[in-house]
C-alpha cells in the first residue's frame, strides 16, 4: 500500500469511528435492531439479521453473500459508498480506500455485529456529504451465522460478560473458533472471506470484538499487514 494510501485508510476509520456517535443522536433509527427495539436486553438471531438487510434494500447499497457456512447458512454483506458500487473494479476506480469490516466472528461477542448493522442504516440515510463520499465500505455483520444460532444463557456462553439475556457461542457449526483459522482456512467461512480479501484487497480490515473485561495500555490497538512466511525469530519472543 503506497504511504498516501494508508495515510487516507487511517483517517477514514478513525472517521467512520466518529459518526457512530453522532449519528447516534439523530432520528435515523429505522429501522431498529434487535437490541434497539429490546432496549438492549436482547441480540439479533439470524432470521432478525437478514429481515434487517432486506429492509435495506430500497437504499442505494449493494447485497450479497460471501459465501455459505459449514450449516448451510448463507454469510451476508452490504457494500455502503457514493457512487454505489457493486465491483472490486468500481471500487477501485474511485480511487478511495476499502474498508472491511467484520463482526460477529465470536458469536458470544455481539455488540459489533448491532452496532454495524446500525452503521449502515445511518450513514445510508445521512445528510450528504458524509463519510460514504470518502471510503467504500463492505460490511459483514454476522460472520459466525452459526455460532450464533447456538443461544443459550450469557451466564453459560459468557460468564463474564454484561448482558444481553442470551447469546451464541465462540465457534461456528464444526466447532472451529474461526479467529485462529485463517492459515489452516478449514472452515467454509474462512475461505469465503479469504476469497473476498482477495478480490476486494481492502486497505483496512476491522474485526469486531467485545472484551468482558481486561486492561489494555491504549484505547486503540492496530496492526500492520504481516505475511505468514516472513522469518517468526521476531515474533518468537
Known amino acids: ?33 434487535r437490541a434497539e ?9 439470524y432470521a432478525d439479521v437478514i429481515a434487517f438487510i432486506d429492509s435495506l434494500h430500497d437504499r442505494p447499497l449493494t447485497f450479497g453473500s460471501i459465501g455459505k457456512t459449514s450449516e448451510g447458512r448463507a454469510i451476508p454483506y452490504i457494500i455502503a459508498s457514493y457512487p454505489q458500487v457493486s465491483t472490486p473494479d468500481e471500487a477501485r476506480a474511485l480511487k478511495r480506500p476499502i474498508v472491511y469490516v467484520q463482526a460477529n466472528i465470536h458469536a458470544g461477542e455481539v455488540e459489533g455485529k448491532e452496532a454495524l448493522l446500525a452503521l449502515v442504516r445511518d450513514l445510508s440515510a445521512a445528510p450528504r456529504p458524509n463519510v460514504l463520499d470518502s471510503i467504500v465500505l463492505i460490511a459483514v455483520p454476522i460472520y459466525n451465522a452459526d455460532g450464533n ?11 463474564e460478560q454484561n448482558g444481553p439475556e442470551l447469546v451464541g457461542v465462540r465457534a461456528n457449526g464444526q466447532g472451529l473458533d474461526l479467529n485462529r483459522d485463517y492459515i489452516k482456512a478449514e472452515a467454509p467461512e474462512t475461505r469465503a472471506s479469504l476469497v473476498m480479501f482477495n478480490t476486494w484487497d481492502p486497505d483496512v480490515f476491522v474485526d469486531l470484538h467485545t472484551t468482558d473485561g481486561s486492561y489494555h ?8 499487514p504481516l505475511h505468514p512466511s516472513a522469518p517468526l525469530g521476531p515474533y518468537a519472543r
Not at 217 to 224: I, K, R, V
Open 149 to 159: 444460532e447456538r443461544f443459550a444463557s450469557q451466564s453459560v456462553n459468557r460468564t
Open 37 to 45: 427495539a429490546t432496549g438492549f436486553r436482547e441480540t439479533s438471531r
Open 1 to 33: 500500500m503506497k504511504p498516501l494510501r494508508t495515510r487516507d485508510a487511517i483517517i477514514a476509520v478513525i472517521g467512520l469511528a466518529a459518526c457512530v456517535p453522532i449519528l447516534a443522536r439523530t432520528t435515523l433509527n429505522s429501522p431498529r435492531t
Open 217 to 224: 495500555g491504549y484505547a486503540l490497538t492496530y496492526a500492520p
